[in-house]
């Protein structure tokens, strides 16, 4: 493959899930940026209240800048709020071939709900108004991907050969 691809949209997109199964078919590496921050930092929760969520989007850019220029290009999981930071979204327009993985506003709130684990920037038993203002605020810089990839109603792997299918012949 010669570019990274970058997969980006709201929480509960499924950014990880189909990455992982995305990298595996093109036989290429997975890079998930809230993994890596945690890693180097702590849980993301822990950030947020300590350091803040300025903290948190540089340290997004400081992981995606390592991983586009160290490694072979590969599957990358944005943090859905990683390109809101303007140095971030720049990376991602630079060096890598976008994936906005898009749901609905509806599709969004279900399933942001029904997840198990709290989301560090919603907080427990969020609002309906809480989703709708990120996620609209949100919705100019995801249109800005290369390509947009509708989520809902799909398997992972129908999801996964959709994207596949989609992709610029001269990228891998
Ligand atoms: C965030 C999304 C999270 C994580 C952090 C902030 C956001 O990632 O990076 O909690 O601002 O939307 P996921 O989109 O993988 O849940």
């Known amino acids: 493959m010669r570019r990274h691809i970058a997969l980006n949209g709201f929480m509960g997109a499924g950014k990880t899930t189909i990455g992982k199964k995305l990298a595996n078919r093109l036989g290429v590496r997975f890079f998930d940026l809230d993994a890596l921050i945690v890693a180097e930092h702590g849980p993301i929760d822990v950030i947020f209240?300590?350091?803040?969520?300025?903290?948190?989007?540089?340290?997004?850019?400081?992981?995606?800048?390592?991983?586009?220029?160290?490694?072979?290009?590969?599957?990358?999981?944005?943090?859905?709020?990683?390109?809101?930071?303007?140095?971030?979204?720049?990376?991602?327009?630079a060096k890598t071939l976008s994936i906005w993985l898009y749901l609905s506003i509806d599709e969004t709130i279900k399933r942001v709900k029904s997840a198990k684990r709290v989301r560090p920037l919603l907080g427990p038993n969020p609002k309906d108004?809480?989703?709708?203002?990120?996620?609209?605020?949100?919705?100019?810089?995801y249109r800005q991907s290369d390509l947009i990839i509708p989520a809902a109603g799909k398997t992972p792997a129908k999801l996964v050969t959709a994207i596949v299918e989609q992709l610029p012949k001269e990228l891998l």
């Open 49 to 93: 209240d300590r350091l803040g969520k300025a903290a948190f989007r540089n340290f997004e850019l400081t992981a995606l800048t390592r991983t586009v220029e160290d490694e072979q290009p590969g599957v990358i999981a944005l943090g859905g709020g990683a390109v809101t930071h303007p140095p971030t979204l720049e990376l991602v327009k």
């Open 129 to 141: 108004s809480k989703i709708i203002g990120l996620y609209t605020g949100r919705l100019s810089v």
